[in-house]
């Protein structure tokens, strides 16, 4: 059974860090893209980041860039996404997804949730002074 299980949120000041983890369960992370997307209350679901599996192409949202890191420890089979200097605005449920149908085209600069058919169940990220 396919499970994406993501780890890492909580409560943090402005300014503050921290590092969200996404594992597979039941498969490999070797061969599929992931992508992280977030939702905050009363506004639709946002891509962030995602990282291409074919040739590790990275793609940031505005919002985030410069500022978080998408990563893949395949020893660890683990995505990870590091925030720095997390801002109010970032307060949000954050979501690891993936496709496992196709390696094709997951990944690219829009950070389209319909390109993803896999999700995790989300986790909780506070930004508050």
């Known amino acids: 059974q396919l499970e994406l299980v993501e780890s890492g949120g909580g409560l943090v000041q402005p300014g503050g860090s921290l590092r969200l983890s996404c594992t597979p369960s039941?498969?490999?992370?070797?061969?599929?893209?992931f992508g992280w997307f977030r939702q905050a209350p009363g506004k639709e679901r946002e891509g962030i980041s995602c990282?291409?599996?074919?040739?590790?192409?990275?793609h940031y949202a505005d919002s985030v860039k410069g500022r978080f890191t998408i990563s893949k420890d395949n020893a660890a089979n683990t995505v990870y996404l590091q925030m720095n200097n997390l801002k109010p605005e970032d307060t949000a449920i954050y979501y690891c997804?993936?496709?496992?149908?196709?390696?094709?085209?997951?990944?690219?600069?829009?950070?389209?949730?319909?390109?993803?058919?896999?999700w995790g169940q989300g986790t909780q990220v506070t930004v508050s002074s």
């Open positions: 990282i291409s599996s074919m040739d590790g192409t990275i």
């Open positions: 039941g498969f490999s992370l070797d061969y599929y893209a």
């Open positions: 997804a993936t496709r496992i149908d196709t390696i094709v085209a997951v990944c690219n600069e829009g950070i389209s949730s319909a390109n993803f058919g896999s």
